[in-house]
């Protein structure tokens, strides 16, 4: 362990195979469908600490989402069934970007569509319009056609990604889904193709039952959507510690995030950054909260740089 110099947190996602990198002045970020498009957080958190937001999934055109329950609370953690309700993104383009680039947020847009077809348009929408990160998810679990079914096969994956990667030069991600038996070859395909980081986990398909006695009757409630919170970690943990064993780009943790252990928990599998979700509705200040709390913890045990930090878990 070096001595302590400063406490920085600066942190450089790079593809090593074009030299693509996002810069982020801290590796904590907001995740899709939990921070919505940031404005709506102004006051509650510190966007100084953070190192980018993601925005919530935008789709060609506007969606209202699904009807009905599209929350379900269980033992540590939530199942949602949004159904990626989201403004499309030609009001994203006209009405928050404007929002977020007055206000200097570094953010990353996410992007959800139902063809082939849509992703290519919506990644050259994005590169037309500078959009310097791109998320692309393959893997949210609450949509009736495309997403997820693209995020499951590797040779689609493969082709999606390379499409992608033709109209959009920005810094690529993609985001895997953990509703598979083996995530290596989505990882292997999404990385061949072009990618130039992976983040995961999203949601896990789950089931929330409610059952109650009343008046001499049994209640029941199903809400069918997607897993999130602290139940999942120990999936993530080893979807990514799976992820890293075949591929060289960076990795971002999604999954459970609520303290530094869980930081250093991802670190210890190879996490280059990590993305708070579910954590933000019960404590909305969480992530820069946490940014904090790592800086504290570098300068008080003489970490001069994340690197160096992540180094020592690595090896130690
Ligand atoms: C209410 C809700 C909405 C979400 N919407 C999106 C979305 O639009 N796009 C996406 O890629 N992930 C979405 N996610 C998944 C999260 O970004 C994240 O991958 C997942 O919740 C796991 O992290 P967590 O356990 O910290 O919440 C959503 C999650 C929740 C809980």
């Given at each position: 362990?070096?001595?302590?110099t400063?406490?920085?947190?600066?942190?450089?996602?790079?593809?090593?195979h074009n030299g693509?990198?996002?810069?982020?002045?801290?590796?904590?970020?907001?995740?899709?469908?939990?921070?919505?498009?940031?404005?709506e957080?102004?006051?509650?958190v510190?966007?100084n600490?953070?190192g980018?937001?993601v925005?919530?999934?935008?789709?060609?055109?506007?969606r209202?989402?699904n009807?009905?329950e599209?929350?379900?609370?269980?033992?540590?953690?939530?199942?949602n069934?949004i159904?990626?309700?989201?403004?499309?993104?030609n009001?994203f383009?006209?009405?928050?970007?404007?929002?977020?680039?007055?206000?200097?947020?570094?953010?990353i847009?996410?992007i959800?569509?139902?063809?082939?077809?849509?992703?290519?348009?919506?990644?050259?929408?994005?590169?037309e319009?500078?959009?310097?990160?791109?998320?692309v998810?393959?893997?949210?679990?609450?949509?009736?056609?495309?997403c997820?079914?693209?995020?499951?096969?590797?040779?689609?994956?493969?082709e999606?990604?390379?499409?992608?990667?033709?109209?959009?030069?920005g810094?690529?991600?993609?985001?895997?889904?953990?509703?598979?038996?083996?995530?290596?070859?989505l990882?292997q395909?999404?990385?061949?193709?072009?990618?130039?980081c992976?983040?995961?986990i999203n949601t896990?398909?789950?089931?929330g039952?409610k059952?109650?006695f009343?008046?001499?009757k049994f209640?029941?409630k199903?809400?069918?959507?997607?897993?999130?919170?602290?139940?999942?970690?120990?999936?993530?943990?080893?979807m990514i510690?799976?992820?890293?064993?075949?591929?060289?780009?960076p990795?971002?943790?999604?999954?459970?995030?609520y303290?530094l252990?869980d930081?250093?928990?991802?670190?210890?599998?190879?996490?280059?950054a990590?993305?708070?979700?579910?954590?933000?509705?019960?404590?909305?200040?969480i992530?820069?909260?946490?940014?904090?709390?790592?800086?504290?913890?570098?300068m008080?045990?003489?970490?001069?740089?994340?690197?160096?930090?992540?180094k020592?878990?690595?090896?130690?």
């Amino acid at each position: 362990m070096m001595s302590n110099t400063s406490n920085t947190i600066n942190t450089i996602l790079k593809n090593p195979h074009n030299g693509n990198s996002f810069e982020l002045k801290s590796p904590l970020l907001c995740a899709s469908g939990t921070f919505g498009y940031a404005d709506e957080y102004e006051g509650l958190v510190d966007f100084n600490e953070l190192g980018a937001i993601v925005t919530k999934g935008i789709t060609l055109e506007k969606r209202p989402g699904n009807a009905g329950e599209r929350i379900f609370e269980c033992d540590f953690g939530l199942i949602n069934r949004i159904g990626l309700e989201n403004i499309g993104i030609n009001d994203f383009i006209n009405e928050k970007l404007p929002i977020l680039k007055q206000k200097n947020i570094n953010f990353i847009l996410n992007i959800a569509g139902s063809t082939l077809e849509d992703y290519e348009k919506l990644s050259y929408i994005a590169n037309e319009n500078d959009i310097k990160a791109l998320e692309v998810n393959v893997s949210c679990p609450n949509v009736k056609h495309g997403c997820l079914e693209f995020g499951l096969k590797p040779d689609l994956l493969f082709e999606l990604v390379k499409k992608i990667r033709a109209n959009y030069k920005g810094f690529l991600i993609v985001k895997l889904s953990p509703n598979t038996t083996d995530i290596k070859p989505l990882a292997q395909s999404a990385q061949s193709a072009g990618a130039d980081c992976i983040s995961a986990i999203n949601t896990i398909r789950a089931l929330g039952v409610k059952v109650n006695f009343e008046n001499n009757k049994f209640n029941k409630k199903f809400v069918q959507g997607g897993l999130s919170g602290a139940c999942i970690k120990p999936i993530s943990l080893y979807m990514i510690s799976q992820i890293k064993q075949v591929v060289v780009i960076p990795v971002i943790a999604l999954g459970g995030i609520y303290n530094l252990n869980d930081l250093f928990e991802y670190i210890s599998v190879g996490a280059d950054a990590f993305q708070v979700g579910t954590a933000n509705f019960l404590y909305p200040s969480i992530a820069s909260d946490l940014a904090k709390a790592l800086k504290d913890f570098m300068m008080k045990n003489g970490f001069s740089c994340f690197e160096e930090l992540k180094k020592e878990i690595l090896n130690g």
